[in-house]
């Protein structure tokens, strides 16, 4: 069974792992390793992730399974 549930500052480290897990698949034939580690630092560190949620009315979804957590989208 699949839960989706609205993302909190606690939920931090799970969009950051999963972040962090994805992007260079996604991303690795078109943004080179120094990219993707600036993209990823300039919108899912702690710092950018309060930014967006706090300031901005960004809202993230996580999904997760009854082991893992598998995603998340954002919007706002």
């Known amino acids: 069974m699949l839960t989706i549930y609205t993302a909190t500052s606690s ?21 080179s390793e120094e990219q993707i580690s600036y993209m ?23 999904v997760k399974d009854e082991i893992k957590h598998l995603g998340y989208a954002s919007y706002d």
């Open 40 to 62: 990823l630092d300039m919108m899912y560190s702690t710092n950018a992730l309060f930014e967006q949620t706090t300031n901005k009315g960004h809202q993230f979804l996580i």
């Open 11 to 31: 939920d931090y480290p799970i969009i950051q792992k999963i972040a962090h897990e994805t992007w260079p698949d996604t991303f690795g034939l078109i943004l």
